[in-house]
């Protein structure tokens, strides 16, 4: 079954522990993107990859790093959480230089407190 | 820059009443158009899309929207909604490439809410 995997599901955690939040798609994507979803303001992109070790900015990438080290996977790290990530965050992935429809991941929903 | 403008963040209908929900891009080149719906709890799902072709397209459970390019719309539409579609939705385009990636825009969303 073709599929975003992103874990962990839900996550608390405290001001300035570092976390990954990982993810992983089984459908050969070339492209992926990490968003965070706020209420009001809608999906917003952190950061995305067009290909293994090929990573760029996206609108909010403040606070974040990612890494693309096997096409498969694209972990979103937050080196120093702060409160104002707390956030729901989904991982996407995509063919076609990012014109086809994008897959998502179930979500994170992450709380820093 | 591009952007996507989605006119109602809240509808509030009825079973059997007829669904519109406005979406307007702004972008001047040539773009593809999605709309993405998310249940409660769950993740973004593709719910249809335009690339080319007839500007009325079809999608999955029903819903419908027609592309207008003189308008930069792409809204989206159902004749008779049922309490299965209550959900978040989301209109989004691609346009402008950047370094080989077509970048894609989100709408803020539309929550829906539909009444037995």
């Known amino acids: 079954e073709a599929q975003v995997t992103q874990n962990p599901r839900y996550l608390i955690t405290v001001t300035g522990k570092k976390l990954t939040v990982t993810c992983s798609q089984n459908m050969n994507h070339e492209y992926m993107s990490w968003y965070r979803q706020d209420p009001g303001l809608g999906l917003r992109q952190i950061y995305y990859?067009?290909?293994?070790?090929?990573?760029d900015k996206g609108d909010v990438p403040e606070g974040y790093k990612v890494s693309r080290k096997e096409k498969r996977n694209f972990p979103l790290i937050l080196e120093s959480p702060s409160p104002n990530q707390t956030s729901l965050y989904f991982c996407a992935s995509s063919s076609d230089r990012g014109t086809s429809e994008a897959f998502f991941g179930q979500g994170t929903r992450l709380t820093v407190v | 820059a591009q952007s996507v403008s989605q006119h109602n963040h809240h509808v509030i209908l009825s079973e059997a009443a007829s669904l519109e929900l406005g979406c307007n891009y702004s972008y001047g080149g040539t773009v593809n158009l999605f709309w993405y719906v998310q249940y409660p709890g769950q993740h973004l799902q593709l719910l249809l899309k335009?690339?080319?072709?007839?500007?009325l397209v079809k999608g999955i459970k029903g819903f419908e929207a027609e592309f207008i390019k003189s308008k930069f719309s792409f809204n989206l539409r159902k004749p008779s909604v049922q309490w299965s579609d209550t959900a978040e939705y989301f209109c989004a385009f691609t346009g402008s490439y950047i370094g080989g990636y077509q970048k894609v825009t989100f709408g803020i969303g539309t929550k829906l809410q539909v009444i037995p």
């Open positions: 990859s067009m290909n293994v070790e090929v990573t």
């Open positions: 335009y690339f080319s072709g007839d500007p």
